[in-house]
């Protein structure tokens, strides 16, 4: 069993930055940990993830080069960094977890939301 709480989202203009925090407990060793967003009316959609180990981290085309993902084990907390937000960037984010990477994402947040206004 785990448990995700995210944190850090808000009100933030274009072009300003955010961080967004995954607070992990439970049976999380070796798991792969994701970012995923939801803006209404629309599918929930993939943002970024990274390995346990932290060496391999995939982005969304639409964040490359903007969002940055990292995390602390000791902590066992993931984060995401969002710089240079856009209008588009607005939605609900949640993280989620899986056992391994061939496996789907079966545990996941309640989601915080993010409004960039322009």
């Known amino acids: 069993q785990v448990q995700l709480v995210e944190s850090g989202g808000g009100l933030v203009q274009a072009g300003g930055s955010l961080r967004l925090s995954c607070a992990a407990s439970?049976?999380?060793?070796?798991?792969?940990m994701g970012w995923f967003r939801q803006a209404p009316g629309k599918e929930r959609e993939f943002v970024a993830a990274?390995?346990?180990?932290?060496?391999?981290?995939v982005y969304a085309d639409s964040v490359k080069g903007r969002f940055t993902i990292s995390k602390d084990n000791a902590k066992n907390t993931v984060y995401l960094q969002m710089n240079s937000l856009k209008p588009e960037d607005t939605a609900v984010y949640y993280c989620?977890?899986?056992?391994?990477?061939?496996?789907?994402?079966?545990?996941w947040g309640q989601g915080t939301q993010v409004t960039v206004s322009s």
């Open positions: 989620a977890t899986r056992p391994t990477v061939a496996a789907t994402y079966n545990y």
């Open positions: 439970g049976r999380t060793f070796g798991t792969t």
């Open positions: 990274i390995s346990w180990g932290g060496g391999s981290k």
